[in-house]
């Protein structure tokens, strides 16, 4: 397997590296990279269904939009079984952590709505049963594209596969509340190339999701972030001067962490509607730093491109950690070079001592960062849990040049818009 120079040298870009000398500088507990500690007796949006990845409806641009007044939430939403014998432990005690370990495989997109932007109304499912190709809905995007009220959802078919696809559809408000309609045939966009993306055949733990559809700031033209994996059987990457980057004696060996190959893709759209897309190199690598860079997506402030990832603990490779919680990366231009914001990459973690406690950020234009609340600790040694499913109190973050700072605690699933819609 190539490094980057060798492999993507006759392209376009370079991909931008996320060195394992970047990821020694992560230090969990800074205050100004971590999210106040979420507290166990926090309220959940629903009784009968788990939350987590949260999508705000947005435009092209990445401005949350309300419409008539509305604001609207797209979200990963699996039923919870609290009597279902399938799910109940050993003393007949429902077993929620299990139930919500399990989630992932019947993850389906639903919306909410809301006059305030919070306090969620529950919509219901975005795609009836049958309409989507495959048994999971993974994350993505919808996109308000005109006051005629249509909306592109773009999200991840999965199982069998992983496909990026997206469904038309249009949102319908009333004075008491918001339907989505149509939604009903799901187009196939495209699927790692195992070239510069990996496949499931190179890689049983691939990963190849997340879409997020943007128009440049600059060149106006509509372009897609998205997680993937460097191509290449799994194994065969080279963690080489490159991906070490600048490191202390000592810090030389990477161990087995040639296992770690995420990166954030970007594809080009070659129409003005978004149905037929090219492939491009990744933006960024983290070969030898970690698996997984989930849920890719952009600010764009000051004339930079802020592009930010959330990632975890334990896809971390040999002889580098950080916590859970979202990192960030800045360029001058949308192909970079990018560098890690606060010199590491990390911009919001989770507290070491609740280290599960949020996930899945999402950095909004207007500097707030939603999540969801995965489990927070309810005793002093951290083994017994209550398990979220639900939002998370909304963080608000400064961002300067290439630094970050929490500077503000909001609601929880706090999500204002940033301009309002009236549809025609
Ligand atoms: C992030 C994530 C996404 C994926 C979804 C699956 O929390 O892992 O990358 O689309 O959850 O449930």
Redesign the pocket.
């Known amino acids: 397997m190539k490094t980057n120079t060798e492999k993507f040298g006759a392209t376009p870009h370079q991909p931008s590296l996320w060195t394992r000398a970047d990821a020694l500088k992560v230090r969990a507990d800074d205050p100004t990279t971590t999210q106040p500690l979420v507290s166990a007796d926090f309220p959940v949006l629903s009784d009968d269904v788990f939350i987590?990845?949260t999508m705000p409806l947005r435009d092209l641009d990445g401005n949350v939009t309300s419409v008539d007044g509305w604001s609207v939430i797209f979200t990963?939403t699996a039923d919870r079984h609290p009597n279902d014998p399938a799910y109940l432990d050993e003393d007949g005690n429902y077993d929620i952590l299990r139930d919500w370990n399990d989630?992932?495989g019947r993850?389906k997109m639903y919306y909410w709505f809301s006059r305030t932007g919070k306090n969620w109304e529950f919509g219901g499912r975005v795609m009836a049963e049958g309409v989507s190709p495959t048994a999971?809905e993974?994350?993505g995007t919808p996109i308000l594209l005109n006051d005629r009220g249509e909306v592109d959802l773009y999200y991840?078919a999965?199982t069998p596969g992983a496909t990026i696809v997206k469904v038309r559809g249009r949102v319908v408000t009333t004075e008491h509340g918001v339907s989505m309609v149509g939604f009903e045939k799901v187009k196939p966009l495209f699927e790692a190339d195992g070239k510069m993306y990996q496949t499931e055949a190179q890689n049983a733990f691939w990963?190849f999701?997340?879409p997020w559809p943007f128009r440049d700031p600059n060149d106006g033209k509509l372009y897609m972030l998205f997680?993937g994996n460097v191509a290449g059987e799994r194994g065969s990457h080279k963690v080489g001067e490159a991906e070490i980057g600048d490191v202390p004696p000592g810090y030389e060996d990477v161990g087995n962490s040639r296992f770690q190959t995420a990166c954030v893709g970007i594809a080009v759209a070659r129409d003005a509607d978004g149905d037929d897309w090219e492939m491009l190199p990744p933006l960024l690598t983290a070969v030898g730093v970690n698996d997984?860079t989930?849920?890719p997506h952009f600010v764009f402030q000051d004339g930079k491109y802020y592009l930010f990832t959330?990632s975890h603990t334990f896809t971390y490779a040999d002889g580098v950690t950080g916590p859970d919680g979202v990192y960030g990366f800045v360029a001058d231009s949308l192909f970079g070079p990018y560098v890690p914001l606060n010199g590491s990459g990390l911009v919001l973690g989770n507290p070491s001592s609740q280290p599960f406690q949020t996930?899945?950020h999402y950095v909004m234009p207007n500097g707030l960062v939603t999540s969801f609340i995965d489990s927070v600790p309810t005793d002093e040694t951290g083994t017994q849990v209550r398990v979220g499913g639900t939002e998370a109190p909304t963080v608000g973050m400064k961002i300067k040049g290439q630094q970050t700072f929490v500077v503000a605690e909001y609601d929880y699933g706090y999500i204002p818009p940033m301009l309002d819609v009236t549809l025609k």
Do not use: F, K
Request: charged letters at 40%; zero cysteines; a neutral charge.
């Open positions: 987590w990845d990963l989630r992932h993850a999971r993974w994350a991840t999965v990963g999701r997340d997680e997984q989930e849920r959330i996930y899945s």
